[in-house]
């Protein structure tokens, strides 16, 4: 996929708001701070798309990014969505707003038909925590395709990295399954993730 344009389309919390036109949508979850903004803007080369802070909660509602693209010798554009979810798993936020940022975002991902598959991103430096193997099994109950990422890649050397793939995928219990490893500072990852997207927008 060659992406040609990124552009910020809108935030919602209830299905009314979601974008009116519909579109396949590609998901980012993961715990806050883990770098779902970053690779939005990574993949994308659109620098500030998504807000990106050292703060965690940085995204509190679920945002939408109009993305112009163009597969190799289709004709036809494939416009897609990203969506960028809030993170989970963050204490400040408190229970009473963990409670709510669960029923919007489930309702969302329970009903949103245009999900072609949902990205789940663990910091490669961490193994993964329980709210991250919750999330997973939620996902994979719920039927949603997952392609797991291993994000913050030029953080460690390269052995630490695949010995933290392979820590990724025993806590997950998925050993057959591919985990991607990404950085957003050097974009490492950015090719074979566009080749998962154009695989989804052709079929
Ligand atoms: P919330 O919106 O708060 O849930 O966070 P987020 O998951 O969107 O994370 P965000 O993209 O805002 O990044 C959090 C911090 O990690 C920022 O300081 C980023 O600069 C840093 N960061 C993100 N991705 C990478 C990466 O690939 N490499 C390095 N070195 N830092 C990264
Ligand atoms: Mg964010």
Avoid at 1 to 8: H, P
Avoid at 41 to 56: C, D
Wanted: a positive charge.
């Amino acid at each position: 996929v060659i992406i040609t344009q990124g552009k910020y389309l809108a935030s919602a919390v209830k299905p009314e708001q979601y974008p009116e036109l519909q579109r396949k949508e590609v998901v980012f979850i993961g715990r806050s701070n883990v770098g779902k903004s970053s690779l939005i803007n990574s993949l994308t080369r659109v620098r500030n798309l998504a807000r990106v802070s050292s703060q965690p909660g940085k995204t509190q509602t679920i945002n939408f990014y109009e993305i112009g693209a163009k597969i190799q010798d289709v004709p036809e554009r494939q416009d897609f969505y990203l969506v960028d979810l809030p993170g989970y798993g963050y204490a400040k936020t408190g229970a009473e707003r963990r409670k709510i940022w669960s029923r919007f975002i489930n309702e969302y991902l329970l009903t949103s038909p245009n999900i072609q598959f949902v990205c789940q991103l663990i910091d490669i430096r961490h193994e993964p925590m329980a709210s991250d193997v919750e999330m997973f099994k939620w996902l994979v109950e719920n039927n949603l395709p997952v392609l797991v990422i291993a994000t913050k890649a030029d953080k460690v050397s390269k052995n630490a990295a695949a010995k933290s793939i392979a820590a990724i995928k025993r806590k997950l219990g998925v050993q057959e399954m591919d985990v991607l490893p990404y950085s957003s500072v050097k974009n490492q990852g950015r090719d074979e993730l566009l080749e998962v997207i154009a695989g989804c927008l052709t079929d």
